[in-house]
C-alpha cells in the first residue's frame, strides 16, 4: 500500500518568513511529486512538480526531492497572508496508471 | 489561462438516484480523471481514462460508478444508484499526458440526503 504522510498541522508563520512543509511516502518506486495548494472549500492548485532528485525553484517556491531518504519538502519564502492554505502533497508511484496518491495536508496560516 | 471546468458546483439528490457529473477537460489534454473528497478527509483517486478506455480505478470505484467522454469536449461521471456515503466533493482532472501535471476543476459538491 502506497502512502503519502503529512503533518497536519496547523504551521503557523510570520508574514516575511520562510514556510517548510514536509511529506514523507511509502514506496521507493516513485516516479514524481507533486504540491498542491486547496483553500478551504475550493478545489486543489497546482505549484510545483518535481521528478528527479534535488531542488527545484518557482519564484517564491521551492520543491525538494530525495528518493533515498523517501522525503519531499516545498519550501515558501517571503510568506504571505494569502499563503495561508492547505497544501497537499501527492505522489505518483510506479504501476500507478498515473494516478495521484495524496497525503492529508498540511494547513498554513500566515499571521501579519 | 485554459482551465478544467465543472457542471454542476452542486448536487443535491435522494438516495437511489442516479447522478452525472460533468467535466470539460483542458482541450489539449488527453488524459482524464475523477478524484473525491469527503469532507475533512484527503483527495482520493477514482478512475482515469485515456484514449476512451479506463486506465485504472480504485476500489471506490465499484459497479455503480461509470464514466464517459460522449462526445470531443465532455467527461462524464455517472453514479448509478447514490448512497448517503457518496456524498463529497468530486474533482475531475486532466493532464497532457500520463506522468504529466494534472489540473483540477472547481469541483462538484454532490449532497446524497
Known amino acids: 500500500q502506497k502512502e503519502v504522510e503529512q503533518n497536519s498541522g496547523p504551521l503557523s508563520v510570520p508574514e516575511g518568513a520562510i514556510a517548510s512543509l514536509n511529506c514523507t511516502y511509502s514506496?521507493?518506486?516513485?516516479?514524481?511529486f507533486f504540491w498542491y495548494r486547496q483553500y478551504s472549500g475550493k478545489s486543489p492548485e497546482l505549484i510545483m512538480s518535481?521528478?528527479?532528485?534535488g531542488d527545484k525553484e518557482d519564484g517564491r517556491f521551492t520543491a525538494q526531492l530525495n528518493k533515498a531518504s523517501q522525503y519531499v519538502s516545498l519550501l515558501i519564502r517571503d510568506s504571505q497572508p494569502s499563503d495561508s492554505a492547505t497544501y497537499l502533497c501527492?505522489?505518483?508511484?510506479?504501476?500507478?496508471?498515473?494516478?495521484?496518491?495524496f497525503g492529508a495536508g498540511t494547513r498554513l496560516a500566515v499571521h501579519p | 489561462e485554459p482551465e478544467v471546468t465543472q457542471t454542476p458546483s452542486h448536487q443535491v439528490t435522494q438516495m437511489g438516484q442516479e447522478v452525472i457529473l460533468r467535466c470539460v477537460p483542458i482541450?489539449?489534454?488527453?488524459?482524464f480523471y475523477w478524484y473525491r473528497q469527503i469532507l475533512g478527509q484527503k483527495v482520493e483517486f477514482l478512475v482515469s481514462?485515456?484514449?476512451?478506455?479506463?486506465?485504472?480505478k480504485s476500489e471506490i470505484f465499484d459497479d455503480q460508478f461509470s464514466v464517459e467522454r460522449p462526445d470531443g469536449s465532455n467527461f462524464t461521471l455517472k453514479i448509478r444508484s447514490t448512497k448517503l456515503e457518496d456524498s463529497a466533493m468530486y474533482f475531475c482532472?486532466?493532464?497532457?499526458?500520463?506522468?504529466?501535471?494534472?489540473?483540477f476543476g472547481p469541483g462538484t459538491r454532490l449532497t446524497v440526503t
Open positions: 482532472a486532466s493532464s497532457v499526458a500520463g506522468l504529466n501535471e494534472q489540473y
Open positions: 514506496d521507493r518506486v516513485s516516479q514524481s
Open positions: 518535481i521528478y528527479s532528485n
Open positions: 501527492a505522489g505518483m508511484f510506479s504501476g500507478g496508471y498515473n494516478k495521484l496518491i
Open positions: 482541450s489539449n489534454h488527453l488524459y
Open positions: 481514462f485515456y484514449n476512451n478506455e479506463i486506465s485504472e
